[in-house]
């Protein structure tokens, strides 16, 4: 189960250096056996790990003076100082509320307005005039690998400037946010991703941002998080939707597909249809209000969120079958063709 952060504070193991440090020394008389070649081998693995150590200081001075913490009527969150115009780019969640909204970067605070967001990728973009904010530099997503490092700075809890890190566990598709929107594609990383640490920034040994951290997992048998799993949104997605907000005030190119429909659950039972948009590519097949749609391609589609997750792997264009009950109790199967999600988030 996927959910956006609670608020809660639970206490957290440091994590080891990587390489660790081995000591190989003889103390006192004993045997004399150790020579100098051995003893510089044994130092190499504290070079190594010393020098991994700089490496991620070095990304903490880097990249903190760009992560900032955004406060709205609903709590904290955090933000990416996305270019020298004053635009930070942050999740939608975290500026959900009408505003006003202030953004404190070190030392100083400012007023922040809304630009625009786009709730279906969780990104919005709030900005600040005037301010000597400084841009983070953004990697290329899609040259990520499995196991590279992965080093977090938000502000959980308010606690600002906090730095965590792990690695990139996986790539997910269609992952819900627990709320009827589900992500295309997020990066899952074993750096501990706390409440506060939305919008904030997931980097790589070179402080560059690849992601922006948006939710945890929890464990439903223990009611809390899962440790060690959390999810980003990539920087090529961030990058693309955040440009298209800041030169229009909306994304008018989402890259996802659109059924065009209004939706509810029934408890488990499939997806209730409470309205179709006319014209759109639901309506042209024949879908009408009262429906429910049991599956997308085969896949059933219990709930809301299992529909938007399974529409969420789809690109725009592709032919898909819904299997689906009428309001008359009549099983049928529907061929459509996927629009282009509008873009006004």
């Given at each position: 189960m996927l959910r956006r952060h609670a608020w809660w504070l639970a206490p957290l193991a440091g994590a080891a250096v990587a390489g660790g440090i081995v000591a190989a020394v003889s103390l006192g008389g004993?045997?004399?056996?150790?020579?100098?070649?051995?003893?510089?081998?044994?130092?190499?693995?504290?070079?190594?790990?010393?020098?991994?150590?700089?490496?991620?200081?070095?990304?903490?001075?880097?990249?903190?003076?760009?992560?900032?913490?955004?406060?709205?009527?609903?709590?904290?969150?955090?933000?990416?100082?996305?270019?020298?115009?004053?635009?930070?780019?942050?999740?939608?969640?975290?500026?959900?509320?009408?505003?006003?909204?202030?953004?404190?970067?070190?030392?100083?605070?400012?007023?922040?307005?809304?630009?625009?967001?786009?709730?279906?990728?969780?990104?919005?973009?709030?900005?600040?005039?005037?301010?000597?904010?400084?841009?983070?530099?953004?990697?290329?997503?899609?040259?990520?690998?499995?196991?590279?490092?992965?080093?977090?700075?938000?502000?959980?809890?308010?606690?600002r400037s906090s730095v965590t890190d792990g690695i990139v566990s996986a790539f997910r598709q269609g992952v819900s946010e627990g709320n009827g929107v589900a992500l295309p594609l997020v990066i899952q990383t074993s750096a501990p991703i706390n409440p506060g640490n939305s919008g904030g920034a997931l980097a790589d040994l070179e402080g560059r941002v690849i992601g922006i951290p948006t939710l945890a997992a929890t464990d439903p048998e223990l009611g809390g998080s899962a440790p060690g799993i959390g999810f980003a949104i990539p920087s090529n997605l961030v990058k693309d939707l955040a440009t298209q907000i800041i030169r229009n005030g909306h994304v008018v190119n989402s890259h996802r597909a659109y059924l065009g429909v209004e939706i509810g659950d029934t408890n488990g039972l499939g997806v209730y249809v409470q309205s179709v948009t006319a014209g759109g590519p639901a309506a042209k097949a024949g879908l009408v209000a009262g429906d429910v749609i049991k599956s997308v391609n085969g896949h059933g589609t219990p709930t809301v969120d299992d529909l938007t997750s399974a529409a969420s792997e789809l690109k725009p264009g592709t032919r898909v079958s819904l299997a689906i009950v009428t309001q008359h109790g009549k099983h049928e199967t529907l061929h459509l063709t996927l629009g282009t999600f509008p873009g006004s988030g």
């Open positions: 004993g045997s004399s056996s150790t020579t100098p070649t051995t003893t510089q081998s044994h130092l190499r693995p504290a070079a190594a790990a010393l020098a991994f150590q700089g490496a991620i200081t070095a990304v903490v001075h880097r990249l903190s003076p760009s992560v900032v913490q955004i406060q709205s009527s609903q709590g904290l969150g955090s933000g990416v100082v996305f270019d020298s115009n004053g635009d930070v780019v942050t999740n939608s969640h975290v500026v959900a509320a009408s505003g006003p909204f202030t953004v404190t970067a070190g030392a100083h605070t400012y007023k922040a307005t809304l630009v625009g967001r786009f709730a279906p990728d969780d990104i919005a973009v709030v900005r600040v005039t005037g301010a000597p904010l400084a841009p983070a530099a953004f990697a290329d997503s899609s040259a990520l690998e499995v196991g590279d490092f992965a080093i977090a700075i938000g502000n959980p809890l308010g606690l």
